[in-house]
């Protein structure tokens, strides 16, 4: 056994067997013992816990950093800093950078950026645009590949050229070359000549502003989202590629992806904190405006959400995490299809899941399997992260559930200095934040380091 060099005690800790009141004993930055409290002998600093609650990091595998090429939004330090606030100890970026991450040199370039850059550990999952180059992205660790079924219309951003693909005969293509990896494809599912005709009658009426944007992705109940998935689940029976649907926010795309797994199709999918907490409610659309989109919901599907988290319809809470500036907002009160989509959330989303377990609407476990377990388990990190035993790496976030805290604006660790949360009172903000081991927030300030990262391969069983 490895020599034990820190002890968090005192703590209620999530693991696989139930929640159990344990001392955590860390050594070479793995968890080496979980026992009951005061039973175990150490050389190491003891660091007292008392009633809080530990559980695995977060592994967000949705992660927009910006960085390269629009680090005036983020960047991969001033993110994970904002990951560390949050409780997450491992991000997956996203391919929509500049250049986009769709070759081998493109990726090892990035994944060079994060090694300097990173407060966490990492990845990055590149476009699968050119498939030639998806075999040797994979070898070189890459956990999955991002597609966008959605370009975007009068602006290049966050949808450019290079990322999306909507012609269903490419995205055979792409998950057949996917699919021959063994890796996962995530994918937006969007119904690019549909929502083409549908946004036209809105602009025929002049109607372009923030209202008008929302109620365009929620036409005809969310009907760009549902035709989309229904050929992704198509696309996997024909090919056998894991296919990871993101951004569930429909009843119909929940029955669909439920249907799908209870034909033991290999379907994952993933839910964003935004379609429970914010764009569900037309009022934050009202209020927030630019600064919720994002998309709109629709009326009347939060209930049908929070079934599809809580009855494993949904594997995996991604952040979505997706800041702009002010000014790339503000045109989008009058104009919001030039105004660049997506909010920041990542240092917000466990805390907002947590209060909702002191609510009831969800267990703790089940926040935990959303947040760490499942994103491990879908991406192949699993049994080294996402889950507290013996043997996983010490990426643990302490919590105290009993604590309040008001999100402000002026707090905010994200480059981009603003959140739509502002002003929203939450439980379990973090108070220590470790990355295999290493305090990165400390008393619920970061100590973290830049390059203090490891790239987290998927582990080969
Ligand atoms: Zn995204």
Redesign the pocket.
Known sequence: MSDVNLVISGGRVVTPGGVVDADISIGDGRIVGIDAPGTRFSHGELVQVDGATIIPGGIDT?T?LRDPGFTHKEDITSGTRAAVAGGYTTVVG?PNVDPPTNTLERYRDIIGLYREKSLVDFNHNPSPTRPSEVAALADEGALGFKIYMIEDTGRDYPHMPGVGVHHHGQLLEIAESVGATGRVLMVHPHDQTLMETIEGRFWEKGERDHRAYAKAFASLEGMVWDTATSFLIRLQEATGVHMHVLHVKTPRMTALIRDAKARGLHVTAELNPVAVFLCNEWENIERWGPYALSTWTGEGVTESLWEALNDQTIDVVGT?H?PHTREEKEIGWTDMWQAHG?VPSIEYVLSMFLTEVVTGRISLERVVELTATGPAKTFGLYPRKGVVQVGADADLVVVDLEAETTIREEDTLSKCGWTPFDGRKVRGMPVHTLVRGGFVLRDGKVVGEPGTGHHAKPQVN
Do not use: K, T
Request: no cysteine.
């Open positions: 949705h927009h996203m979505d997706a997506g």
